[in-house]
Structures are given as C-alpha cells and as structure tokens.
C-alpha cells in the first residue's frame, strides 16, 4: 500500500527554524517526485515546489524560492520540507504528494499542521 | 506564467442535480488537466486526470471534458457526499498551477 507519512504538528515562534518531513512507504521511492503544497487556513492549494529524489533535483514555485528549501534521503524514502527563519504567514497545513513527470498528483500525505505565533 | 481560473468560485444545488464546473487556462495546456476534490478537514484527492480519464474508484456520476484552454467537470447527479471544494490543476511542467477552487454545497 502506497503511503506518505507525514511528521506531526508543529508550533514556532516567529524566527525559528523548522524542517517538516514525508517518508514514503509502499513504492520504489526514487521513482515519483515530492511535491509541497501549502494551504493556508480557509486558503486554496499552493504548489510550492517538487523535489526528485533520484538526484535532489528541484523546481520551485518562485513565490517560496529562496523561502523553503527542499531535501530528501533516499537511503530512508524521507523527503523534508525546511524553513531557517519562520513567519507568522508561514502558518498553514503543508501536503507532500508524489507524482511521475506530467502525471497529476495520485497520492498525498495526511498534512503538518504548522503554527507560527509569538 | 500559466493561469488557471475556475468559475463559479462557489455554488448550491440540490441533490440529484447536474452540476458543472468550468476550469480555463490561460494557455493551451493540451489535456494536462486534473480535477481534485478536497471534502471538510480532509486530504485532496485525485477525481480526473488528462482532463477526462476517471481515476480508479472515483463515482462513474464524475466526469470531465475539454482540452486546449477550456475544461469542464460534471457531476450528473448530485450527491450529499459530493460537498467539496473542486480544484483544477495543471501538471504537465513546472511551475504546476491550481485553479482556486470551486466550493460546491447542497442546497
């Protein structure tokens, strides 16, 4: 059975850093791209950028490059999602999903949940 | 960039309705359509891929048409389970944009 496990809730103070992450289980890891996609409270569905696992080949939506930084470790199927300098803004569930090159996005992670308050 | 406008940004029916909901490109985007429904408090899920292949599972009342720049998804009759929000995506390259939702209820 395909999964993607998500890390839990979290909750930061505004300037902290934090690294989310989604481990796949249940397919050849390194053959479907990781997605991000960030929904932010009462908000559409935000792609923010995909990661390859094969070769940590990423594209970024420009909205969030230089933001978020994308990583993976293929050697335990676990992709990361990482902030060094939290905002308030920040605050928003984020989805991993996977998808094959010009396919659409068939599975997705259960969200974090991730609150930024002082 | 690409933008993908869905309209109406929300609509109520009544159960047994048809219901349709359209999705246009800003460019042609071939058929790299998919439709997604994200139901309260709940993960999205794939409904519709190259804008008009069912995906495995998904209630034979969904289905989608279109191709180029203009995009539609029907629900022939309408279900009380079917209360969502309907996102359309296109994800033939990077960057992969979303539609901004169509928020369905029953009326």
């Known amino acids: 059975e395909v999964q993607l496990v998500q890390s839990g809730a979290e909750v930061k103070k505004p300037g902290e850093s934090l690294r989310i992450s989604c481990k796949g289980s249940?397919?050849?890891?390194?053959?479907?791209?990781i997605n991000w996609v960030r929904q932010m409270p009462g908000k559409g569905l935000e792609w923010m950028g995909r990661?390859?696992?094969?070769?940590?080949?990423?594209n970024y939506n420009p909205t969030f490059q230089g933001h978020v930084t994308m990583s993976v470790d293929k050697s335990i199927s676990t992709a990361y999602l990482q902030w060094s300098s939290l905002e308030a803004s920040d605050t928003a569930m984020y989805y991993c999903?996977?998808?094959?090159?010009?396919?659409?996005?068939?599975?997705w992670g259960h969200g974090t949940t991730v609150t930024v308050s002082s | 960039d690409i933008q993908m406008t869905q309209s109406p940004s929300s609509l109520s029916a009544s159960v047994g309705d048809r219901v349709t909901i359209t999705c246009r490109a800003s460019?042609?985007?071939?058929?790299?359509l998919a439709w997604y429904q994200q139901k309260p408090g709940k993960v999205p899920t794939l409904l519709i891929y190259?804008?008009?292949t069912l995906q495995s599972g998904v209630p034979s009342r969904f289905s989608g048409s279109g191709s180029g720049t203009d995009f539609t998804l029907t629900i022939s009759s309408l279900q009380p389970e079917d209360v969502a929000i309907y996102y359309c995506?296109?994800?033939?390259?990077?960057?992969?944009?979303f539609g901004q939702g169509t928020r369905l209820d029953i009326k």
């Open positions: 999903t996977r998808h094959v090159v010009t396919d659409p996005f068939d599975f």
């Open positions: 249940g397919y050849t890891f390194t053959n479907y791209w």
């Open positions: 990661i390859d696992p094969s070769d940590s080949y990423t």
């Open positions: 460019h042609g985007i071939a058929n790299y």
């Open positions: 190259a804008a008009s």
């Open positions: 995506q296109r994800y033939s390259s990077a960057p992969i944009i």
